[in-house]
């Protein structure tokens, strides 16, 4: 299969291309340029597979011509040692939990998969591969832990001094090895610069091969389909139509459901579920799409006001405002909403949203039509939050999971630089191979 970008002025590329290259050299988005429809005794066999065997025959239909079968099902087992329960909330509403990997939220599935993938790749040829990565939290932690112990690559991960949460920060700090933490006197925005600024940079072009691993990656975002197809074979009200509502960021999570819905998946609609930065509720209500800087709410992985993978959706309907509006509907909320919402759910059923879950939640309550079984991701365990959901719920009323109580029992290991670039390139040129 090959991939063209979605500025159209670059060649098309193969898998491995695709994945090593990130951005196409016109800085547009690599798409698949076939989506293909996965047959019906799929659909009729599902409910009978395993979460791992889904996601295998979704992934055979994207990466089967490039990679040879047994090591594709390799990957995708390795990337799904934990489940994605689909759990009933109230009426018909549930919740899609993505939270049970390693740094419990959902850029696990893709960080996991684009990790080993690259390892796939690399094992076919000698030298190392340097990837780099800012981070204002939850990526940072995601990619470390997908990509620890990977042979042949090393992971540099750039973030903000005193601007992450000590939970975000153990998950990437502690881990050593072929992680690397470096903590940027400075803000996110220096961190996405100093990474960029790499990219461009002649000598490090030279010596080092460098790649990053942030949701614009196609090895990043396809393999988040997986989840929408084992939903839907978990869902019992499959005689109502299907509504998925998806808290989103960058939208390379809603955009993976647009494909999984091009597959053949019976989805009915989406919403697109935002806080206040809300930029693509602004498209579908124009048709007008206005970048802006990103405000900070307290769902802090959806603050971005530039929404990268909205270019992979524009190419998907043609940049037809009129029939994405009959795919996606678009809602926002105020953090004093999702703290309302995060509150009153769990007074009134006992279930235990995040911040960014409840967005997703509150969009079904307020969107649902009679005769529409509504499902919302649930994107990170409200533990990554404790301070603003205790804030509502009151202390010590959210349940620690081990494995984060693991990493806080943990010592940091950090390198510590200025927001230069001079001072970035020198540390790259000592450390990496
Ligand atoms: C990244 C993230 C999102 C947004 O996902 P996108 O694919 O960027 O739209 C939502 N919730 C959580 C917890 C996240 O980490």
Redesign the pocket.
Known sequence: MKYYSTNNEAPNVDLRTAVTEGLAPDRGLYMPERIVPLPEWFFKEMESFTFREIAFEVAKHFFGEDIPEADLREIVFDTLSFDAPLVHVRDSIYSLELFHGPTL???DVGARFMARLLGYFLSQQKGKVNVLVATSG?TGSAVANGFFNVPGIHVYVLYPKGKVSEIQEKQFTTLGHNITALEIDGTFDDCQRLVKSAFMDEDLKKQLTLTSAN?INVARFLPQAFYYFNAWAHLPEKDKKLVFSV????????TAGLFAKRMGLPVHRFIAANNRNDVVFEYLKTGDFKPRPSVATI?N??D?GD?S?FARILDLYQNDVKAIRKDISGTRYTDEEIRETLGRVYKQTGYLL?P?GAIGYQALEDNLHPGEAGIFLE??HPAKFTETVEGVIGKGNVPMPERLENFLRNEHMIDSLNASFDAFKTFLLEHAE
């Not at 808290?247 to 809603?254: A, E, I, K, M, T």
């Open positions: 939220a959902f850029k939850d949701s808290p989103s960021g960058n939208f390379g999570n809603l769902a992985a959806m971005v929404p993978n995040d960014h994107t990170a």
